[in-house]
Nanobody
């Protein structure tokens, strides 16, 4: 299996937290890791990205300090800690690895920047 595998989704009440995990079968070192989401009837939306240096992170405008992206290259893993969840955060969340290695600094908000996509994990936030 080449695609990353996401986990950690579920049903949570508004204001609650979830921690999503993404485990890749291929090395993540040197690659930008990103998280996107897609709600029913809507286009896939950028959530967060973390540069291969592990220090530079980028978030969609709607995040507003609620989410934190991180990575552990020793485990080929990425994480998305989500706090203060809102019903509008309900969506399938996907992780992805950039198509190219050693990309320069940048926010990489376009899905076209990524190649390996997981199957997604459902996040449902009740009001």
């Amino acid at each position: 299996q080449v695609q990353p595998v996401e986990s950690g989704g579920g049903l949570v009440q508004a204001g609650g937290s979830l921690r999503l995990s993404c485990t890749a079968s291929r090395p993540t070192g040197g690659y930008v890791m990103g998280w996107f989401r897609q709600a029913p009837g809507k286009e896939r939306e950028f959530v967060a990205a973390i540069h291969w240096n592990g220090r530079n992170t980028y978030y969609g405008d709607f995040v507003k300090g609620r989410f934190t992206i991180s990575r552990d290259n020793t485990k080929n893993a990425g994480y998305l800690q989500m706090n203060g969840l809102k019903p509008e955060d309900t969506a399938v969340y996907y992780c992805a690895r950039s198509a190219r290695i050693y990309l320069p600094l940048g926010d990489y908000q376009s899905a076209g920047d990524y190649a390996d996509w997981g199957q997604g994990t459902q996040v449902t936030v009740s009001s």
